[in-house]
């Protein structure tokens, strides 16, 4: 089997492509796939495939074999590669995911490859039922939620997946790896969440580590990068225009105020291609 593996700042996937196979299960796949020691290593399995409703298809499966509806970064890689592959010859163009139709645009070349991708993400839903989250009708801004016996205030949101911004003074303290799994399968949240600690810098800059459902502590989370900027933007911290500083880099954010959309700039990078048995 041919891969190539992509990363959007270390947010890291292995790509292949079958046609015609919307009804596969590729859980076994990724498990394998994904693995970073006995397999090409990776947060999550990413599959082009032929769309009937938009260009082309993408189909995200996390690490743990779970499929996703959309990645932020991983839509990023996927664009660059249907465009550096030719699957693509244009600069913009529509992606069927399991959020919906995405619409990425090239916003930057370098030697006639994709470098910088902006995608619009389509526009927040922030109605508590739809996150889902349980409890009352509403919104969840600013909210009080306890986890392991401490208090937490939380702004949660669905964008393409669940998503739930908790704010903390110093984000080097946090223990990702401790605190996500609690937040992700907290019984309010029936479809478990990814969770984004997020410390402000100032009213232009927020800096972000994503536990991602299914995937664990990753170093970039696109949709988590997006959430945070929202989150930030509705608790009043930011304005609509945000750069989100991760591990390895920044991704630029913008709350668009005509249309309600979220677009995201942001990197996309080759890491190597090859090919694995089975």
């Known amino acids: 089997m041919k891969f190539v593996k992509m990363h959007g700042l270390g947010n890291d996937f292995v790509f292949i492509e079958e046609k015609n196979n919307k009804d596969k299960n590729y859980a076994d796949a990724a498990r394998r796939l994904c693995d970073r020691h006995t397999g090409v290593g990776a947060d999550g399995l990413i599959v082009v495939d032929d769309s009937d409703v938009a260009d082309v298809a993408m189909r995200i499966i996390n690490a743990d074999g779970s499929e996703a509806e959309m990645c932020g970064n991983g839509i990023r890689c996927f ?17 069927e995911t399991g959020a919906g139709i995405m619409r990425p645009k090239i916003a930057a070349l370098t030697d006639g490859k994709a470098e910088l991708i902006t ?16 409890g009352k009708d509403g919104t969840v801004i600013n909210e009080t939620l306890v ?22 003074g ?10 996500g799994p609690l937040f992700e399968h907290h019984p309010d949240f029936p479809k478990k969440t990814n969770v984004n600690f997020t410390q402000v810098i100032d009213d232009k800059t927020v ?7 299914g995937a664990g ?4 989370c696109g949709t988590g990068s997006c959430s945070a900027a929202v989150a930030s933007y509705l608790n009043g911290y930011t304005g609509r225009s ?18 309600g959309s979220v677009y995201m700039t942001g990197p996309a990078s080759v890491s190597f291609t090859g090919e694995i048995e089975g």
């Open 119 to 134: 995608i619009n993400m389509g526009r927040p839903v922030l109605e508590r039922n739809a996150i889902p989250m349980t």
């Open 147 to 168: 986890v392991d016996g401490k208090t937490y205030k939380i702004t949660a949101l669905l964008l393409g997946v669940p998503h739930t911004v908790t704010y903390v």
């Open 217 to 220: 502590a990753t170093l970039a």
């Open 170 to 179: 110093d984000l080097a303290s946090v223990d990702v790896t401790g605190l």
């Open 242 to 259: 945000v750069d989100v500083c991760l591990a390895l880099g920044t991704l630029h954010i913008d709350y668009d105020e005509n249309d």
């Open 207 to 213: 800096a972000v580590r994503t536990w991602e459902r």
């Open 79 to 95: 664009a660059k590669y249907v465009y550096d592959t030719g699957i693509m010859q244009t600069d913009t163009f529509t992606v």
